[in-house]
């Protein structure tokens, strides 16, 4: 790989020392401690941290399994129990929350077609305390701080055909509610619909020539096939055929990437094609901020009254980044980026919420040729959490500093860069922070908002092995008074345990 325009950075675990203000004695590092081994080779999803007890939960989606950890003793994190929830098939185990208080956790189960449940567990035995129906296709859940309200985003996701009407359709997204008693039994719960969006400003839907890249079982035999002789001619060629429709839209698929990326046409105003992602919900539990990816939006959920009071539309990402994937890295070529965010977080204060913005959808046009904008930020952003405006992002530090770190995935230059995933939001020494897991580089970095406009990358930390890693969930933990970050690697079936520290910026000590 060739370079140009270096960016010139300490090396990591002090990137952010010179960049601290004048007056701090010191500026952050990040430090790898432990590496947690699940026994599979990929799976390892979310996890949820209990501060009380010192626990974690971990969901695995390839086995419909739970662990429970001991993180007590961050050098050495142990497993204390594993739970099969004895899933149904075609079922998967999307997420997992541990409960603020009480000796138990919630899980969310996706059963395709069906509506998906909540069921609620023993973190000691794994046996059921309580289950409820939700939406379909449940993708994440979290408690409020009190541990009174679990919320669900229900994300819809999964594409069906019908052949007979040569017709694509999926179900609604939505967003569910529940209330707990003080044991932890599901005392009531609510669906929430989400509303049609064509009178919301802001709101980008519609912004032609973008599309989802979709697995959808087109021919019904059960199996996602990646190459198909879409049109029959006998030869399977890298060209587009038209499947049918979705919503009176054309749906293509390419025949040498099969039935794995049917690109389904984000044209519509539909309920259908809101997916709500993940959910932030202020220390207060009055309001939630949930994310929903593909329409570069964020609900606003109030939780006293139990309605959707407002949408925000996140609006696009502008600043310089490599975007060819050409043997150079060149962070010179100017992207406007819909955020399209995954992860959410809220401030300790309650004044913003952060998003990590991954990306989603895809351009008709080349992401260097700034025809159109591109799917994804590459950044992580700050909005203001009372009227949804922007306060100011990270611009393209994320992928700079992976560069400068050596973890920057030039193969990804002209996709989404390093995939800003899941964060989670802390204080440290009274100040705001963000990390954030950036997928495709195998990395995690930590953020500074004690400026809310001017967001800064102030430490990176490098996730063990050089397979892909692919950190999703991502948690924070106190053990006296010291910083602890997890990240659960998906594609490598770990769980990775950094430790903050504090760096002189004289000594790099």
Avoid at 157 to 183: R, Y
């Amino acid at each position: 790989m060739k370079t140009c325009n270096i960016i010139k950075l300490l090396p990591i675990l002090i990137l952010g020392a010179c960049a601290s203000a004048p007056t701090a004695p010191y500026g952050w590092g990040i430090e790898p401690v432990s590496l947690y081994d699940s026994g599979y080779e990929k799976g390892t999803e979310i996890i949820s941290v209990q501060p009380s007890t010192l626990r974690a939960v971990l969901s695995n989606f390839e086995t419909g399994e739970v662990d429970v950890l001991d993180i007590s003793h961050p050098r050495h994190l142990q497993r204390i129990a594993r739970f099969d929830l004895k899933l149904n098939n075609g079922e998967e185990l999307t997420s997992v929350a541990f409960h603020p208080s009480l000796n138990m956790f919630a899980a969310v189960i996706d059963a395709g077609s069906s509506p998906g449940r909540l069921e609620i567990r023993s973190a000691s035995t794994g046996e059921m305390i309580d289950r409820n129906a939700v939406g379909f296709g449940p993708d994440s859940v979290v408690f409020s701080k009190d541990g009174k309200l679990a919320l669900i985003a229900n994300e819809g996701e999964d594409f069906l055909f019908e052949p007979s009407k040569n017709q694509f359709f999926k179900p609604e997204g939505s967003i569910s509610i529940i209330h707990l008693n003080l044991s932890g039994h599901i005392k009531s719960h609510k669906n929430l619909e989400l509303a049609n969006m064509l009178n919301y400003e802001g709101f980008v839907v519609s912004q032609g020539g973008r599309f989802l890249e979709r697995d959808i079982d087109w021919n019904g035999d059960g199996v996602i096939s990646k190459q198909m002789d879409f049109d029959g001619n006998g030869v399977i060629e890298k060209k587009k055929v038209n499947l049918g429709h979705f919503e009176g839209h054309d749906v293509f698929g390419v025949e040498t990437h099969g039935e794995r990326k049917l690109l389904i046409p984000v044209k519509t105003h539909s309920p259908a094609l809101l997916e709500p992602e993940y959910i932030a919900i202020t220390p207060d539990a009055s309001k939630a901020y949930v994310t929903l990816q593909e329409d570069d939006v964020v609900a606003v959920v109030d939780l006293i009254n139990e309605q959707i009071i407002s949408y925000y539309g996140l609006g696009a990402a502008r600043h310089k980044t490599d975007a060819r994937y050409d043997g150079w890295v060149k962070f010179d070529q100017s992207m406007t980026g819909l955020r399209e965010p995954d992860g959410i977080a809220m401030a300790a204060s309650g004044r913003y919420f952060v998003t990590a913005d991954e990306g989603d959808t895809e351009p008709d046009a080349s992401p260097s040729s700034g025809k159109q904008p591109v799917g994804g930020g590459r950044s992580v952003s700050v909005f203001d959490a009372a009227t949804g405006t922007l306060l100011g992002d990270t611009g393209n530090q994320l992928d700079e500093i992976a560069f400068g770190n050596k973890v920057y995935p030039e193969l990804r230059s002209n996709k989404k860069g390093s995939e800003p995933e899941m964060l989670v939001s802390f204080d440290l020494d009274g100040l705001p922070f963000v990390a954030v897991g950036m997928e495709r580089a195998g990395a995690i970095e930590l953020i500074s908002l004690a400026d809310p406009f001017h967001p800064e990358v102030v430490a990176l930390g490098k996730i063990a092995g050089d397979e892909n890693k692919s950190p999703e969930g991502i948690e924070h933990f106190i053990i006296n008074g010291e910083h602890y970050l997890l990240t659960a690697n998906e594609m490598s079936g770990t769980v990775e345990c950094f430790k903050i520290v504090r760096i002189n910026p004289l000594s790099g000590q």
